[in-house]
């Protein structure tokens, strides 16, 4: 069984930088796509940024661009959302997820098979 157990959240003030990081464990994801979601309170959940296993090839939301950084280490079984210049709009809980699909969009949320408890991101004014 897939379980993602996310980490590093926290209270930032805007302008400030948090690194997020979700540890994987059950299988082998050398075929997966992993990825990180966000939803604020009275929000639908929103795609963030993922990362194909194999091979790294990286996507982001419009909203993040330039700013967050997601990266893998392939062989502990790690994935890192490194987010910079961050702003209250960012605050949310944010959630690992993973899916074995390669062809449904990436950004949709039902796509995805497993998913972390999620982790509090807080960005002061």
């Known amino acids: 069984q897939v379980q993602l157990v996310e980490d590093g959240g926290g209270l930032v003030q805007a302008g400030g930088s948090l690194r997020l990081a979700c540890a994987a464990s059950g299988r082998t994801f050398s075929s997966y796509t992993m990825g990180w979601f966000r939803q604020a309170p009275g929000k639908e959940r929103e795609f963030v940024a993922a990362?194909?296993?194999?091979?790294?090839?990286?996507y982001y939301g419009d909203s993040v661009k330039g700013r967050f950084t997601i990266s893998r280490d392939y062989v502990k079984n790690m994935m890192y959302l490194q987010m910079n210049n961050l702003k209250p709009e960012d605050t949310a809980a944010y959630y690992c997820?993973?899916?074995?699909?390669?062809?449904?969009?990436?950004?949709?949320?039902?796509?995805?098979?497993?998913w972390g408890q999620g982790t509090q991101v807080t960005v002061s004014s």
């Open positions: 997820a993973a899916r074995m699909s390669t062809v449904a969009p990436i950004t949709r949320v039902i796509t995805y098979d497993y």
């Open positions: 990362i194909r296993w194999s091979g790294g090839s990286t």
